[in-house]
């Protein structure tokens, strides 16, 4: 059973426009959050997290929502750029109730920004 | 630092063969993850070790995949025997582990295995 899920398996927008891709997750002892990108031919990079003490974290033009009672959190881009173009992979991890980093990932949307 | 290395980089072989896949982690880092990512499922967990002891290996689908990591610097994944639908990118990552939040996972390039 997939605990973290990304329904959307594509999306693509204008560049400058939004991007804003969704996860939803099932786990109530999920209580941290990560957003990780992938080009191809090359391994995941960490992109922005956040805690569930916190619903919004803000890194640059990456902003990612966590709407805890509905189990869901979205990754905003603004502007996107073409170079944003890429797989975004949800995961969550129960550290805080595990004492384990351990990342759940879901399945993955890939982002195509055209310019 | 070079990062993440695995190796190798492509994996063709045919089913019934053992594949063994190479990982050597960041110096320093405490925790080595392999991951498997598949088109249907992203990327799922295998097993990870903390000071070169498995931790967790309840995500390895079966008897087949074995992984051990004799020392801090190296790795390996093992599947014997190998079967088609065995085909994937695996990759490993490391980390320092968690403190007051979890560490960033640093990924490896993957190796891509194709089991015919």
């Known amino acids: 059973d997939q605990q973290v899920k990304q329904n959307s398996p594509s999306l693509s927008v204008q560049e400058g426009r939004i991007s804003i891709l969704n996860c939803d997750y099932t786990?109530?002892?999920?209580?941290?959050f990560l957003w990780y990108k992938k080009y191809p031919a090359e391994g995941p990079t960490f992109l922005i997290s956040?805690?569930?003490?916190?619903d919004k974290n803000e890194d640059g033009r990456f902003t990612v929502f966590l709407n805890k009672s509905a189990k869901h959190l979205s990754l905003h881009i603004v502007p996107s750029q073409p170079g944003d173009s890429a797989v975004y992979f949800c995961?969550?991890?129960?550290?805080?109730?595990?004492?384990?980093?351990?990342?759940?990932f879901g399945q993955g949307t890939t982002l195509q920004v055209k310019p | 630092d070079a990062g993440v290395i695995q190796s190798p980089r492509h994996e063709v072989t045919e089913m019934g063969q053992e594949v063994t896949l190479r990982c050597k982690p960041i110096?320093?880092?405490?925790?080595l993850f392999w991951y498997r990512q598949t088109m249907m499922r992203g990327l799922e967990l295998l097993i990870y070790?903390?000071?070169?002891?498995?931790?967790?290996d309840s995500g390895m689908p079966e008897d087949r995949f074995s992984a051990k990591m004799p020392n801090a610097s190296f790795s390996t994944l093992k599947i014997q025997p190998s079967e088609p639908r065995d085909s994937a990118v695996y990759f490993c990552?490391?980390?320092?582990?968690?403190?007051?939040?979890?560490?960033?996972?640093?990924f490896g390039p993957g190796t891509r295995l194709t089991v015919t």
């Open positions: 070790f903390n000071n070169n002891v498995p931790i967790d």
């Open positions: 110096s320093g880092h405490d925790y």
């Open positions: 990552a490391s980390s320092l582990g968690w403190g007051l939040e979890p560490y960033e996972q640093y």
């Open positions: 956040i805690s569930s003490i916190k």
């Open positions: 995961a969550a991890s129960a550290w805080g109730s595990s004492n384990t980093g351990k990342l759940i």
């Open positions: 786990n109530s002892m999920f209580d941290y």
